[in-house]
């Protein structure tokens, strides 16, 4: 159907959350550069993979993430550590995807539910339906043989209509759209929630590290509500509502949370830093052989005290800085 248009208004509540988001994101842009700021960048797509495989009921904490990520031993389940590979894998790629591709929608699907799915990579072949935690069926999806269809039309909508709707709310229909027609036997959501940052970030680079997905499990009830709300009004103005809301109190948190701009100057903050893991202390002789250094001072002088006044390094004994037992950690 080249006429197919899913179901929603543009209200002024979704005009006045763009206003904001679009005025946050100039400030963000003035305030820091994340191309400058790696540690920044990887932390917040490391929030972005726990919170959404957390939505999904994965037990790991952000920590356990992390570690898996770092390739360090981590006590769990075998599938809970394959769904947090996966999930890097998938998010390590998203410049790579087409946004408008449903055959680049079916590979990170089978980087998502890697060993994890017999159906990985395919549209489901059997029926299936959604409930609720007392196992009552609260949305039938539509039967396999609906499936290329309905993605079809989703997908030639978000592609012509690319440069006419906001992609805030473009994102966020398709968002809705796709966890409706629920195309796959499992994984819908993890990717969901990816392809809206595909979408995003292929407009913008800075989406790419927003970690939206933390604001939607801080918010999973809401999230949930504002599905089966729509589902049962038919269309998906509410969740857009619901969705813009929450980028932009995200995007308050990282203003809030991201240090001053590191200007050409602050070259030996990013060399420390990135040598450097969060919370985990080191002692000046590590990092000094880390970054190739021999001399205590140029350590202390041109890395450890710049960062230090800027709030991106802390000692482990900070009333007693000259201590022998002093260790430095990233924050």
Request: charged fraction near 25%.
């Amino acid at each position: 159907m080249n006429d197919y248009k899913p179901p929603f208004t543009i209200t002024n509540k979704m005009l006045d959350y763009i206003s904001s988001i679009m005025e946050k994101i100039g400030k963000l842009d003035n305030y820091t550069n994340l191309n400058k700021m790696p540690h920044l960048r990887r932390n917040n797509k490391i929030k972005s993979i726990h919170s959404s495989l957390a939505i999904e009921a994965n037990s790991l904490s952000l920590n356990q993430v992390k570690d898996v990520i770092d390739g360090k031993l981590v006590l769990g389940s075998k599938r809970e550590i394959q769904e947090v590979k996966n999930a890097y894998k998938a998010y390590e790629m998203i410049k790579e995807f087409n946004p408008y591709s449903i055959k680049d929608l079916k590979k990170a699907h089978g980087i998502m539910t890697y060993l994890i799915t017999l159906e990985s990579g395919d549209f489901r072949k059997g029926d299936e339906g959604v409930f609720d935690e007392k196992g009552v069926c609260i949305h039938i999806c539509p039967p396999p043989d609906q499936l290329d269809i309905l993605m079809n039309n989703l997908f030639n909508w978000i592609k012509k209509n690319k440069d006419q709707i906001h992609p805030l709310i473009l994102s966020s229909v398709f968002h809705y759209e796709f966890v409706f027609i629920h195309p796959f036997s499992d994984g819908n959501g993890r990717i969901s929630r990816l392809w809206q940052n595909i979408i995003l970030s292929n407009w913008k680079d800075i989406f790419e590290y927003i970690p939206i997905e933390s604001q939607l499990f801080k918010y999973q009830n809401d999230y949930y509500e504002a599905i089966a709300k729509c589902n049962k009004n038919g269309d998906s103005t509410i969740f857009v509502e619901f969705m813009l809301n929450m980028f932009d109190q995200v995007l308050d948190e990282i203003i809030n949370n991201t240090p001053p701009s590191l200007n050409e100057d602050d070259i030996n903050i990013n060399k420390i830093l990135n040598v450097m893991d969060i919370n985990i202390p080191m002692t000046a002789k590590e990092i000094m052989n880390k970054l190739g250094i021999k001399s205590k001072e140029t350590l202390r002088k041109n890395y450890l005290n710049p960062a230090m006044e800027k709030g991106l390094i802390k000692q482990t004994i900070p009333d007693k800085p000259t201590s022998k037992r002093q260790m430095y950690y990233k924050v």
